[in-house]
């Protein structure tokens, strides 16, 4: 079975996911866990650090589908940072690069939910 | 630089920069043939051509001419739209190579004077001519990109599919299941809306849906449930449900398995993009296999609850099995056999030998309509009334009446039970007994050297409330006599020309074996039976019988 983490962390009002192993239908429960939890607690500004996840699938972007739209209506957002050229593919093969904020660094999404009037 | 390079956008572009640059022409475009519509496009233009980018014409490669290196707009004119014949483009230079037509690069006049200088005609020929292999090639490299594209979007297909299926055969689950299938296809597809809609129980239910709002009536699902393409896009139906509409679900997917359907509905793409025919065959299979695994999560489920049944009915069975005496008692001089075989787990078919002290011995046998559960609950209440009754020496056909009214309050007016029950006193060796609508036995009368049925009593118990009193009727035993009480499971069994078994056999049998043991009269009987019915027992079997040493 897939191996698949999450570690949390919090730079002023953004959350910090940092994802490690592969993210697919066998995990990607696990990451919608982590995200409604952040929602009831009324955090809505996240930054998902992929740096050390290796393997995403389908069903693993589905959770940022399911919960971006609820997120911007109450003014948050996710940022997606730090991709593998290899996950990085499968976010824009499947259209995502036109929805969502996909940087280089994490330093630039907490920036731009900082200053979001200086983002793009 | 040109030649190396494999972008077409850039080759048009730096074409038409090295053009104008070099003629002084205030105006140029390249028109190029789209390879998939086969329409011709403004690639580029440069200048107030009034060309917009997004000009497309129709154009047929056959009425394009291409012999000339160039033409002017009043030779070509014809095949033309009236955007580019008013753009003041005056020669249009060929752009092809050996084996295929690219399109034309168009020019205005020179600045100031009409006419170009022959040389420098000559070197845009002999440009474009290097132009179309460059451009060419460039098209080459994009149409190979896109292809690799397509074939890494089939892949990632392909993967996500293996993903989900791997997940669901290990899955018993089924919200798990489900959230799964939500994010595989939100993720796949990219869209935010969805439902998908599948008949459980008769009903028709959405079974998981993403971001909808409102209600759905249940005409509105069968509506959906019932269309007729295997797919279709909301768009192209006569009269389409209010809630597809308002939700703004624009694609609809149907998947069958047997005679279950299950339909898919999906919103449009976050961004924009169009549902391709690739498309809809991945919603297909990613439909049919969802609707397996929730299926067989159905199937999972009452298989358990089936296994549970089961183990309830052995349960049951052991217990009913208790209810039956053992070891059975057997007072001299009496030599005594009983058997039961309920056609179920447990039956309704009772009997009972009770010797509540040394002076009495009690035998019943009994029948309750139905079979199974309900016939087995019936049974079980009439063994503990006889358990009570019989230690207190009370009149027998009296109590038979109260038995009955306690019968007929606690079933359902077409629950019945023969019964018969006797009571012998050890001493006398008087058998008084009491029929209750059953199947009279049959008693050998060792003396008499005749047959004898037992039939005194009364009605069925549980039919009425008790009106007319039970009768007893009485027997003085003496030594070789043999009394067989038994069900209609014996009587009744049938042969492959539906015919009876009978009573009559059984006296005949009786008659025939009577001085053998109870135990080898029994077995006697029963191989007949079962040779008559070829095994084919209908109804519980049970028999009781007893033979005075």
Known sequence: MSQFDIYKRQHQSVEILELNGELDAHTAPVLEQHITKLIESEKYQIVVNFSSLEYISSAGLGVFMAYIEDLRERGGDIKLTNMKENVYNVFDLLGFPTLYDILDEESQAIKRFQNPSESE | ?549
Not at chain 2, 408 to 433: A, Q
Not at chain 2, 508 to 513: A, F, G, M, R
Not at chain 2, 518 to 536: H, M, Y
């Open chain 2, 1 to 549: 630089m040109l030649i190396e390079s494999h972008d077409p956008d850039f080759v048009t572009n730096n074409l038409l920069l090295i053009v104008m640059g070099k003629l002084l022409t205030p105006k140029a475009a390249i028109l190029l043939r789209d390879e998939k519509s086969g329409e011709m496009y403004v690639a580029s233009s440069k200048g107030r051509t009034g060309l917009a980018p997004d000009v497309r014409f129709h154009c047929p490669p056959e009425n394009c001419p291409v012999d000339k290196p160039v033409y002017e707009i009043d030779e070509i004119c014809d095949i033309m739209p009236e955007a580019v014949r008013e753009s003041g483009l005056k020669l249009f230079f060929t752009i092809r190579t050996s084996t295929e037509h690219l399109g034309y690069l168009c020019i205005a006049p020179k600045i100031g004077k009409g006419h170009y200088p022959a040389e420098e005609l000559n070197f845009i020929e002999n440009l474009v001519i290097i132009s179309a292999v460059a451009l060419s090639n460039s098209m080459l490299v994009s149409r190979l990109k896109s292809a690799n594209r397509e074939l890494d979007q089939k892949v990632q297909e392909l993967n996500t599919l293996f993903d989900i299926s791997r997940e669901f055969n290990a899955m018993v689950d089924r919200s798990q299941m489900l959230n799964v299938f939500r994010f595989t296809l939100m993720g796949q597809m990219f869209v935010r809306r969805f439902f998908f809609l599948m008949r459980m129980e008769g009903k028709p239910q959405i079974v998981i849906q993403h971001g909808l709002k409102g209600q759905v009536s249940n005409e509105a699902k069968e509506q959906i449930l019932n269309m007729d393409a295997e797919y279709l896009e909301v768009s192209a139906m006569d009269n389409p449900p209010e809630f597809l509409v308002q939700n703004e679900i624009i694609a609809l997917v149907r998947v069958s398995f047997q005679d279950e359907r299950a339909v898919l509905g999906i919103s449009k793409r976050a961004n924009n993009e169009s549902y391709t025919r690739s498309d809809y065959n991945f919603l297909i299979s990613l439909g049919n296999l969802a609707f397996l695994s929730i299926q067989k999560t159905f199937l999972l489920e009452s298989r358990i609850e089936k296994e549970r049944m089961e183990e309830e009915l052995t349960i049951a069975r052991t217990i009913q099995n208790m209810l039956f005496p053992s070891p059975i008692p057997k007072p001299k001089p009496f030599d005594i056999a009983a058997i039961n075989v309920p056609s179920r787990q447990v039956g309704g078919d009772y009997y009972d030998v009770l010797c509540a002290d040394e002076k009495q011995l009690y035998l019943a046998i009994a029948d309750v309509t139905g079979k199974g559960i309900p016939a087995s609950l019936l049974m079980a209440n009439l063994q503990a009334m006889l358990h009570v009754l019989s230690p207190l020496d009370l009149d027998l056909a009296a109590t038979t009446g109260k038995i009955n009214n306690i019968i007929y309050k606690n079933t359902p007016i077409d629950k019945f039970i023969s019964f018969f029950w006797g009571r012998i006193d050890l001493e006398s060796m008087v058998f008084e007994y009491c029929n209750a609508g059953h199947n009279p036995p049959v008693l050998w009368n060792a003396e008499k050297s005749s047959i004898e049925h037992l039939s005194t009593g009364g009605m069925l118990l549980g039919a009425l409330e008790t009106m007319m009193p039970y009768e007893s009727g009485t027997v003085h035993l003496n030594r070789g006599d043999v009394v067989i009480m038994f069900t209609d499971g014996i009587s009744e069994a049938m042969n492959e020309q539906d015919e009876e078994f009978g009573e009559e056999r059984i006296a005949e049998l009786l008659e025939e074996h009577h001085q053998k043991t109870a135990g080898e009269i029994q077995r006697i009987i029963l191989d007949e039976v079962k040779a008559f019915c070829k095994g084919n027992y209908g109804d519980d079997i049970t028999m009781l019988l007893f033979k005075v040493d």
